[in-house]
């Protein structure tokens, strides 16, 4: 029983290595009033938007790394199934109010056309304050509000769409180099 | 429209060059003008890669990953979806459609085995595609596998009445490729529907709003975004060029004259 007890403590004292929720249920079984404080898995999801998107999933790759490696076989990883559910996009989840990072890929005059790395670009107005910046290859922060703009229209059978995403454009990317030559 | 219309399609067949039997025979009349092979030398260039279900190693040109990264697999909303494309579909995310890689693969994997065979019996390929974001791609693709493009307005009878709007005898394309098969209003290319007519196989990227029934060859995927659309274009360019040079090494191999 001494011997179980000083394994569970040296198990305790490495518990950041162990996966926590394992460690409390062995604490559990054993010991049945030791109630160690809940295993809270949930870290900050608090932000939102492609921040969130990109951390949870490098999160879910580390994860995955680590524990699954090993089991996963070449060909697992390559399938359509798993790429696809690891993919940025799903991680995102619905379109409305997210932030993502676009590419400026054409101008004509006031209208940049910006690819974010979805099925269609969108099209934002040039901002008034700092317009000649925008220019072709730019990167720019964007508030996405949908991937494809469709609509049913009365007496139709099919949604009419617009071939173009919808999203705001909310500033340009303060690269190294800006900072560095300022 | 006189700009866009096939240059070399009005050729008097005076040297023809050797049109597989096996593939299609065209309304037109000019089984008297088709060679047939001569040497068993020839018969062999022919034949032989007919037997190998890869011949040209066209598995080695795409992956599904590179399907993925191209967005291939991005589809339409769900109510701009095609009834007919439903089992192309792996499934619907929050209203959009995703296309099933593992089929689309097998299917472009047929196109592109199909594609490099007509290029390799010298058979007349046809770019077509009415998306004016992707029409210079898809003529220089064709100008540089020495093939030919269509990416204008689609007169009537180009196909069905080209005996009478070009000369009598003209040569019709044996393959087109469609990069979309919807033109401008929605509505499906014309020159599906035509080359059904003409007994003229087609291939055509459908995207999860198309109708893929006509189309001999279809792959479903994404036709919207330019990425996607550049892999196709150098897809199938680099197909019909593997093809071309394999022909012409196997006509030095045996000591023939290419029959142009």
Known sequence: ?182 | MAAGVLPRVRQVLRSPRLVSAVFSCHGQTFSSAAAAPDTAATEKILNFPLTQPDYFHLSELFTIKDLFEARVHLGHKKGCRHRLMEPYLFGSRLDTDIIDLEQTAEHLQRALNFTAHVAYRGGIILFVSRRRQFGHLIETTARECGEYAHTRYWKGGLLTNASIQYSPGVRLPDLILFFSTLNNVFQQHVGIRDAAKMNIPTMGIVDSNCNPSLITYPVPGNDDTPVAMEMYCRLFKMTINRAKDKRRQMELLKGISASV
């Open chain 1, 1 to 182: 029983m001494a011997s179980l007890c000083k394994v569970m403590r040296n198990v305790s004292s490495r518990s950041s290595l162990l996966q926590k929720h394992c460690v409390c249920i062995t604490h559990r079984s054993l010991y049945s009033s030791d109630a160690s404080g809940g295993d809270d898995k949930s870290p900050e999801r608090a932000k939102g938007g492609f921040a969130a998107a990109y951390e949870l999933h490098s999160d879910l790759q580390q994860r995955g790394d680590q524990s699954a490696a090993r089991r996963m076989s070449s060909r697992d990883e390559t399938s359509f199934a798993s790429l696809l559910r690891h993919s940025a996009l799903m991680q995102m989840g619905p379109a409305k109010e997210k932030v993502v990072i676009g590419k400026i890929f054409h101008i004509v005059n006031d209208d940049l056309y910006i690819d974010f790395g979805g099925k269609f670009h969108c099209v934002c107005k040039r901002p008034p304050t700092d317009g000649q910046k925008y220019q072709r290859g730019s990167r720019v922060r964007l508030r996405l509000e949908d991937m494809e703009l469709t609509s049913r229209f009365l007496g139709a059978t099919i949604d009419t769409t617009l071939l173009e995403a919808d999203a705001t454009l909310m500033g340009l990317i303060e690269s190294k180099d800006t900072k560095t030559k300022e």
